[in-house]
């Protein structure tokens, strides 16, 4: 083991025991550290952004990540309020799930507890910092962060801010520790096993694929979203124009961002009126022979390119969308089912029919129904900030907050009862 390697070892062990000393902390100083930490926030936006600085000076501005990668004093603020309200949620720590009496007297109950030590890898994201921060805090547990080299400076800052106000209020700073942004650190982590409960990645599909493959703790596969909206034949102009552009042109660098519109073959006249509003944003269509058919001459030629197949199934983060032509709901399903992340999926049609069957049968952490895709969000959904949005299907489904940091455990009381 090198001295690197026994180093980061003595960090783990030492987050460890500070998650074991949250169980003592009560949920009113939780709550009150959590307000404390929104003042810091605010009252430390200058240091943050000029940190934040330093790492945006570093990326290119046409760089997808540049928009996730930068703070602002609005963003600071929206931040802190966000801390505000997840110190308001209720606690999910020792709820009783279940509770019975057995005919030997045996009394069995199921509660909630932390799932311990929670490994977090994410990219060029310094608001998740705060985030995973306040959450795992909530719920009581400890967190290991490994943000990319991108955001080095931010999160170095944020988390010294969140350092300080642990202090502050006699808890154990150890119970977050930011890892050094090398790779070396990654595979670290991603062998932690004994000291680490479990590792949830934010970012790239690359990252999420990467971090499945290698590691040894326990892995809740979050953030990569190939996003559809299918346009059934059904469908209102206006409802679809507006969801379309909502869904790929309120944030493109977000898992949640519109990829992939299909339209029903018989409403390709209508293609246009539901996809110009997305001009004004210089959104790149890559369409398919007949959807290029009916938007040639009718947008921008320098945004209209030819779609391959490499195009469906891509998760753009940017400002570039694919367009497929399809003959019926049933080929819309497949195609979801071919190349979608199961993250969130949305059907734009007025035949309560199809609704239901695109509901029923597509496999997907979210599905919509003449709603935008957008909304695919834990403080959306009245969660209260989110941790990130798991596409798979054990633990946890969909926006993960409070509750989904909750693991579980039976307790049973007795007199002294044995076995036969």
Known sequence: MTIAEQSLTQNFKAVQKAGKLLMTVSKEQINEVLLQLSVAAIANSEDIIAANQKDLERMSPGDPKYDRLKLTTQRISDIAAEIRNVSTLPSPLGSQLEERT????????????????????????????????????????????KGGSDAEFSNKAIVEIIKTVLQQNGLPENCIELLPATREATTELLNAVGFVDVII??????????????????????GAGIVHAYFDETGDI?????????????????????????INASRLVDLPALVIEMAKQEVIIYA?????????NNYPAQLLQQADESHFG?????????????????????????????????????????I???????????????????????AQFGLGAEIGISTQKLHARGPMALKELCSYKWIVRGDGQVRE
Not at 288 to 296: G, R
């Open 201 to 222: 990645p934010r970012g790239s599909q690359q990252l999420i694929n990467y971090v499945r493959r290698e590691s040894k703790v326990p892995v809740i596969e979050t």
């Open 238 to 262: 206006e409802k679809g124009k507006a969801i379309i552009n909502n869904s790929k042109t309120r944030r493109v660098s977000v898992c949640n961002a519109l990829d992939c519109v299909l």
């Open 314 to 354: 891509t998760e753009f983060l940017d400002y570039k969308i694919a367009i497929k032509t399809v003959a019926d709901i049933h080929s819309a399903i497949d195609h979801i089912a071919e190349n979608s992340s199961k993250h969130s999926e949305t059907i734009i049609s007025e035949n309560k029919a199809s």
């Open 356 to 378: 239901e069957q695109f509901i029923q049968q597509v496999d997907a952490a979210v599905v919509y129904a003449n709603v935008s895709t957008a909304f695919t969000d834990g």
């Open 102 to 145: 057995m005919p030997n007297g045996m009394h069995i109950s199921k509660i909630t507890v932390p799932l311990g030590v929670i490994g977090i890898i994410y990219e060029a994201r310094p608001n998740v910092t705060f985030d995973v921060f306040s959450l795992c805090l909530k719920a009581g547990n400890a967190c290991i962060l």
């Open 288 to 296: 398919d022979e007949s959807s290029y058919a009916a938007l040639e």
